[in-house]
């Protein structure tokens, strides 16, 4: 199950990011999602319980 978040980002940088979604046909949603997999890489297939901890010690991407 996917989780929304809320993030705060800059106004110029969001209207890019919306402009490369339409050129790759993506919703925002989608863009934003496969460009932080392709970013992360191989991070990502890490288990919760191998994943770096916050400063809060929540596991990252919670």
Same mark, same amino acid.
């Given at each position: 199950?996917?989780?929304?978040?809320?993030?705060?980002?800059d106004?110029?940088?969001?209207?890019?990011?919306?402009?490369?979604?339409?050129?790759?046909? &993506?919703?925002? /949603?989608?863009?934003?999602? +496969?460009?932080l %997999?392709?970013?992360?890489?191989?991070?990502?297939?890490?288990?919760?319980?191998? &994943?770096?901890? /916050?400063?809060?010690?929540? +596991?990252?991407? %919670?």
């Amino acid at each position: 199950m996917k989780i929304p978040i809320t993030v705060r980002i800059d106004p110029d940088l969001l209207d890019a990011v919306r402009d490369c979604a339409v050129r790759e046909n &993506r919703n925002l /949603t989608n863009f934003i999602e +496969t460009a932080l %997999r392709d970013r992360i890489g191989a991070n990502i297939a890490l288990a919760p319980h191998t &994943r770096p901890k /916050t400063m809060a010690g929540s +596991t990252e991407g %919670r």
